[in-house]
């Protein structure tokens, strides 16, 4: 597994929880891409890993995406506690 090699930004909230639950359930950056492709959200590679690095803001549409395809609600991915 490939370590950050940047601190996190303050872009966004949910980047460092996606990137754990992601973890969490063994999905590969890869593969959350083309679940989230599959589901209809535009998403490339290079656009996770700056969300998950907090260096890019979200949007309301993506955080719905997010939480259907990582089976968690958008609460969840908003909440401050890991």
């Given at each position: ?45 290079s656009t996770l890993s700056k969300i998950e690095g907090q260096t890019r ?16 609600t958008a609460e969840e991915l908003l909440s401050?506690?890991?």
């Amino acid at each position: 597994m490939k370590k950050r090699e940047k601190e996190l930004g303050e872009s966004n909230i949910i980047g460092k929880k996606i990137e754990s639950i992601r973890k969490a359930k063994n999905i590969s950056q890869k593969d959350l891409v083309a679940k989230l492709q599959v589901y209809g959200l535009d998403i490339v590679p290079s656009t996770l890993s700056k969300i998950e690095g907090q260096t890019r803001k979200v949007t309301d549409i993506e955080l719905l995406a997010f939480s259907k395809v990582l089976g968690v609600t958008a609460e969840e991915l908003l909440s401050q506690s890991e």
